[in-house]
Nanobody, 124 residues
Framework: QVQLVESGGGLVQAGGSLRLSCAAS????????MGWFRQAPGKEREFVAT????????SYADSVKGRFTISRDNAKSTVYLQMNSLKPEDTAVYYC?????????????????WGLGTQVTVSS
């Protein structure tokens, strides 16, 4: 069965960095567009970043553009989210998701598979 397992979350001070990983199994990873989403307490889940199956196309939410970088290693069936210059408002549970569609996908409802999430907390 398909599994997406996020890791790398934690507590970091404002201005710091974290690198999230999402390891996939049970699917042909190289066929999947992957995305990162986040959900803060009391808020809706929101789009963060997405990467096409081959890694050639990426898209970011305006709130993270220039600070976060999404990448993937198809040989390792893993997608990453490098987060720099973190702010307290980046505090959330971060989820990875996957779907077999062409291009970059920003809408959560289009994704078929989701991980359980990893907590990121940024202190001021």
């Amino acid at each position: 069965q398909v599994q997406l397992v996020e890791s790398g979350g934690g507590l970091v001070q404002a201005g710091g960095s974290l690198r999230l990983s999402c390891a996939a199994s049970g699917l042909t990873f190289s066929r999947y567009t992957m995305g990162w989403f986040r959900q803060a307490p009391g808020k809706e889940r929101e789009f963060v970043a997405t990467i096409s199956w081959g890694g050639g196309s990426t898209s970011y939410a305006d709130s993270v553009k220039g600070r976060f970088t999404i990448s993937r290693d198809n040989a390792k069936s893993t997608v990453y989210l490098q987060m720099n210059s973190l702010k307290p408002e980046d505090t959330a549970v971060y989820y990875c998701a996957g779907v077999v569609l062409v291009g970059t996908i920003r809408k959560s409802e289009q994704y078929d598979y989701w991980g359980l999430g990893t907590q990121v907390t940024v202190s001021s």
